[in-house]
Nanobody, 121 residues
């Protein structure tokens, strides 16, 4: 069974940093695109970033230049390094598995339970 387990969330001050991790199992990790999405209270799910199986990366305009997505295929782990955090980054962050190596802007089939990020002074 496919499992995606997010971790690393917490409380940060504006301008601070956090690194999220998503531990994956149950599929060939290196063959699939992976993504981060977030949901703030009262809002819909917002796609944040994605990474192809060939390591090409993509970002929402709201996080470009501040967040960095990466993957460690040897550890079956996806990461999101979040720098220069803003209060509007506060959300529950999920990792999403793509159905193939290029499913960044659609084509997701599994996701995790989420990890909470709160940015507040």
């Amino acid at each position: 069974q496919v499992q995606l387990v997010e971790s690393g969330g917490g409380l940060a001050q504006p301008g601070g940093s956090l690194r999220l991790s998503c531990a994956a199992s149950g599929f060939t990790f290196s063959s699939c695109a992976l993504n981060w999405a977030r949901q703030a209270p009262g809002k819909g799910l917002e796609w944040v970033s994605g990474i192809y199986s060939d390591i090409s990366t993509y970002y929402a305009d709201s996080v470009k230049g501040r967040f960095t997505i990466s993957r460690d295929n040897a550890k079956n782990t996806l990461y999101l390094q979040m720098n220069s955090l803003k209060p509007e980054d506060t959300a529950l962050y999920y990792c999403l598995k793509g159905v193939d190596g290029y499913s960044v802007f659609g084509g997701y089939d599994y996701w995790g339970q989420g990890t909470q990020v709160t940015v507040s002074s």
